[in-house]
């Protein structure tokens, strides 16, 4: 057993630390995070030739790790010192093992509209073997991690993290004298089981010691506007509420972010005006969140220095200027994957209209072929030049 007072104490240091700081951010997207894996991989690899070290972990170059839903889960594992090997073997047993359809013996129409899809205890029992009763305070954590969950009685987004020094972490005392228990010691298990309760797919979750007198019941942190969580991990990297006040600029702070594969779903005039309560049902809300996550990734890509940077519409093409003068804010790097016939045909790969139905299935296990086919395929936009030698140089 590590010695959790010294392990405590040298994360505080770390994270303490003059120098530049380098942040990770993984999308949420159900079992399309293999592709996030694929990206990763080649990250790591990456890094591992850059720093001449064949062992080296995500968790030794990045200083903060955090994610929504299924980016909770994998930046989570990370956060552990998981090689990205070991996070993707993981990550393929857990999928095939939770995306099963639940029996609805009896329930009929009725009872199969107003139930889950899947049962979450198949996804407990997995996080349970995996993280045991380690809480967010654990000195197994080997760097800084954040969790978004939605707590949905209150309509408030929670990034929650292993931060000694963010607000609600350690103990604290109610307006009306109640002591409660501060985040730290929530179990990673139990957060992430809240990360990733999407609605429809999974039951919320209840968490009783999440810095409330009150229950609180979380759902999945797509059902917000951070199903991205880029921005929300630089506020936290910067903002006085988590209490690291790490210093803006482009030599300063550097934004790794990586999706799991942009699409949206498209209809003619004719089709939509058609539209049923059903159809609105099943196309505003991933509209919605597909119309967050762009803004996020206009605004960082504002308000940074981007080698990645994209087109993101007709009427602002790539963003050229920067908020904070031509240097720019920021250090920001975006990959992610366009899942259409022809973006995915530019990258040497023949699919039809099957494969990107398959791919664009948050919860099919029949994806993961086509996961990992289009993973090897996209790896190598994963480049040297996309991280400045300075935040290799100063390696943690």
């Known amino acids: 057993m590590p010695d959790e007072r010294r392990t405590t104490e040298e994360l505080a240091e770390r994270l303490a630390r003059p120098g530049p700081k380098r942040l990770l951010s993984l999308d949420g997207g159900g079992i399309r995070g293999i592709l996030s894996l694929a990206y990763l991989e080649a990250v790591e690899a990456m890094l591992r030739r850059r720093y001449g070290r064949a062992d080296l972990c995500l968790a030794d170059h990045f200083d903060l790790i955090g994610g929504t839903s299924t980016g909770a889960l994998i930046a989570t594992m990370l956060a552990l010192g998981w090689t990205v ?217 504002w308000m940074s220095v981007s080698p990645t940077a994209r087109r993101i519409d007709s009427m602002i093409g790539s963003v050229e200027t920067t908020l904070g003068g031509d240097r720019g804010l920021v250090s920001y790097v975006r990959y992610d994957a366009t899942i259409s016939v022809p973006a995915l045909a530019a990258l040497g790969l023949d699919v039809d209209d099957a494969h990107i139905a398959r791919l664009r299935d948050m919860s099919s296990v029949a994806a993961i072929p086509d996961l990992l086919m289009l993973g090897t395929h996209v790896q190598n936009t994963v480049r040297d030049e996309h991280f400045p030698v300075a935040f290799v140089e100063h390696a943690a």
């Open 85 to 301: 090997a070991d996070a993707r073997a993981a990550y393929l047993n857990l999928s095939a093992d939770v995306f099963r359809p639940r029996r609805y013996w009896g329930l009929g129409p009725v009872g199969r509209a107003i139930a889950s899809r899947f049962s979450a205890q198949p996804l407990e029992a997995i996080l349970e073997s995996i993280l045991g009763d380690a809480s967010l305070d654990s000195p197994k954590l080997r760097t800084g991690l954040m969790i978004i969950a939605k707590r949905i009685d209150t309509a408030s987004v929670w990034p929650l993290t292993n931060l000694p020094t963010a607000r609600y972490y350690d103990d604290w005392t109610h307006p009306e004298g109640q002591r409660l228990p501060g985040n730290r010691h929530l179990k990673l298990r139990e957060l992430l089981r809240a990360s990733t309760a999407a609605p429809t797919l999974f039951r919320p979750k209840s968490l009783t010691a999440a810095g409330t007198p009150s229950e609180a019941m979380f759902v999945d942190g797509a059902v917000s506007a951070h199903n991205n969580p880029s921005l929300m991990l630089l506020m936290v990297a910067v903002l006085d509420g988590f209490g690291l006040h790490w210093p803006l600029g482009p030599d300063e702070l550097l934004l790794c972010s990586v999706g799991t594969g942009r699409f949206s779903r498209t209809d003619s005039a004719a089709v939509v005006a058609r539209y049923t309560n059903i159809d609105w049902a099943q196309v505003l809300v991933p509209q919605m969140i597909g119309d967050t996550m762009e803004l996020v990734e206009t605004v960082l890509q």
